[in-house]
C-alpha cells in the first residue's frame, strides 16, 4: 500500500489483476559508498530531480520517479512498454551502414544533501561543484560482482568532472579557428542546427602586434541540459586540439549543491556500445520483452584516503615527551624530527602516516601510543594508550606537495 500512495496523486494506481496499468519497476539507482560501514555501504547524501525535458518525457509514458532513502527508482505502466519502444523505433537516428542509433535517455541531476561529501569521498580536494560536477552515464556500466556499476572502474572518481556552462558561453578561440561547433554524446553536430548559419567567430584585434586569437558566443539555451563538446575547427574541417579543445562541459541548471548530471539511455544505442541498459537491444524485430524486475544499478564511491596525522601534547605545564611510538597493523608512523608550536603555545609531537587510510563511518583501526612523560620536578610516568583515537571525517586539510594529495587528517591527543 506504501507504493501505491506514492502514485495516487499521479493519476497511478496498481490493477489488482496485473493488467496494462500495473506499474512495473523500469530500472534503479542505488548510491553506495565505502565511507558508510555501519549501513553496509549504501549512501544517504544524494537527493535526483529528473531535468525538465525528462520530466516532460516520463510524463509522456506514464513513468514515474520513486526518490528513495538511498537512490530512486523509475517505474512504467506496463501497457505503455510497447508505447515506449515504439516511441525509440521513431526517434532513432540514422547510423553507417543503414543501421539505427536509438540515443533517447533519461537525465537526471543529483544533488548533495551532506555538505561533508566532498571531505569523505576519494575526489579532488579543490573541487567547487558550482564549477566542476560529475558526470555518469549507463553507457560506462559494466557488470562487477554482479552489480551494474555506473562508473567506467569500480568507482567514480576525478575523472568523471567536468566543467559546468550556462546558457551563455564565451569561448576565447586559438589561432587558425574557421568554425565552432557543439556535438552531443551522440557525436552529431546540435549547434549550429543543422541547416543554418555557422557560429559568428569575431577577431580579438586588428593591426599590427594584434593578438592572434578570437572569440565565439554560444547560446545553449535550445538543448536540453546535458554533455556536450565544444569543437574548433580549422579551414580544412579537421579539429584543433590545442588547449582545452575539443572542450567537453555540462550544461546544467543552475543549482547551488548540485554534484552530478546522470545519464540512462534506455536501450543500446549502436551495436557496438558497452554499457547496461533496462530495455532490450532494438536493432532486431520485433524486440524482446523487458525484465519486470527492472534493471538495477549501483552509483559507487570510494571513501577519502587520507593521511593521518598525530599531534602528541603534554597536559602538564612544561612537561617534556620522551620515547614516543606509534605502532598498530596497517600503516607505519614516522617521527618528525622537530616540534611543532600550536596557537594556545603548546608544543606537539607530530607523527605522520607513511601510507593513507580510509575515513569511515565506524573505522577499525587500531593504533597503540607508548613513551614516557616527565613533569617539571622530574617525576616519571610511563604513556601507554591502547587505542589512539581515530580520524575524524571533516576537517581534511589539503597539502602543498604531491605525496599527500588525498588530503592530511589531524588528530590531537593529550597525554
Not at 49 to 55: D, F
Not at 375 to 385: F, M, P, Q, S, T
Request: aromatic share 10%.
Amino acid at each position: 500500500m506504501g507504493l501505491q500512495r506514492n502514485y495516487l496523486s499521479m493519476g497511478m494506481t496498481f490493477s489488482p489483476d496485473g493488467g496494462d496499468t500495473l506499474l512495473v519497476k523500469l530500472f534503479s539507482v542505488t548510491v553506495r559508498h565505502t565511507y558508510y560501514s555501519l549501513s553496509r555501504g549504501f549512501c544517504p547524501d544524494l537527493r535526483i530531480a529528473p531535468t525538465p525535458a525528462s520530466e516532460e518525457l516520463m510524463g509522456n509514458f506514464g513513468m514515474a520517479l520513486r526518490q528513495e532513502r538511498f537512490g530512486f527508482s523509475i517505474f512504467i505502466q506496463r501497457g505503455r512498454l510497447k508505447d515506449l519502444q515504439a516511441y525509440l523505433f521513431a526517434k532513432a537516428l540514422p547510423g553507417p551502414g543503414g543501421t539505427l542509433e536509438f540515443w533517447e535517455r533519461l537525465t537526471f541531476s543529483m544533488q548533495l544533501q551532506n555538505p561533508a561529501f566532498i571531505d569523505i569521498t576519494q575526489l579532488p580536494l579543490t573541487t567547487k561543484i558550482n564549477e566542476r560536477n560529475l558526470y555518469a552515464s549507463n553507457c560506462q556500466a559494466h557488470l562487477e560482482d554482479g552489480l551494474a556499476l555506473l562508473s567506467p572502474g569500480p568507482f567514480l572518481d576525478g575523472a568523471a568532472f567536468y566543467d559546468v556552462v550556462g546558457r551563455d558561453v564565451t569561448l576565447r578561440l586559438p589561432a587558425g579557428a574557421q568554425r565552432v561547433v557543439v556535438t552531443d554524446i551522440a557525436g552529431r553536430v546540435v549547434l549550429p542546427p543543422p541547416g543554418t548559419e555557422p557560429i559568428p567567430i569575431f577577431p580579438a584585434g586588428s593591426g599590427a602586434g594584434a593578438p592572434q586569437w578570437s572569440w565565439a558566443q554560444i547560446d545553449m539555451s535550445a538543448l536540453p541540459f546535458d554533455l556536450y563538446t565544444m569543437r574548433v575547427q580549422d579551414a580544412h574541417g579537421d579539429d584543433i586540439t590545442t588547449g582545452k579543445y575539443p572542450w567537453s562541459v555540462l550544461y546544467s541548471q543552475p543549482q547551488a549543491d548540485a554534484l552530478l548530471l546522470l545519464d540512462m539511455l534506455l536501450t543500446q544505442p549502436t551495436p557496438d556500445s558497452a554499457g547496461v541498459y533496462p530495455l532490450p537491444p532494438l536493432f532486431g524485430m520485433p524486440p524482446a520483452p523487458p525484465a519486470a524486475s527492472g534493471t538495477p544499478y549501483v552509483l559507487p564511491f570510494d571513501a577519502r584516503h587520507t593521511y593521518w596525522q598525530y599531534y602528541i601534547v603534554s597536559q602538564g605545564p612544561r612537561g617534556v615527551l620522551r620515547d614516543l611510538r606509534i605502532s598498530g597493523q596497517g600503516a607505519d608512523f614516522v617521527c618528525q624530527p622537530d616540534p611543532v608550536l600550536l596557537p594556545n603555545g603548546d608544543l606537539a609531537t607530530v607523527f605522520m602516516a607513511q601510507q593513507p587510510l580510509p575515513l569511515s563511518q565506524h573505522a577499525t583501526q587500531v593504533f597503540q601510543l607508548t613513551g614516557r612523560r616527565s613533569d617539571a620536578k622530574g617525576h616519571e610516568n610511563a604513556i601507554r594508550i591502547s587505542r589512539l583515537p581515530v580520524a575524524a571525517a571533516t576537517p581534511v586539510w589539503p597539502s602543498l606537495t604531491q605525496r599527500f594529495q588525498s588530503g592530511i587528517s589531524e588528530i590531537y591527543v593529550y597525554v
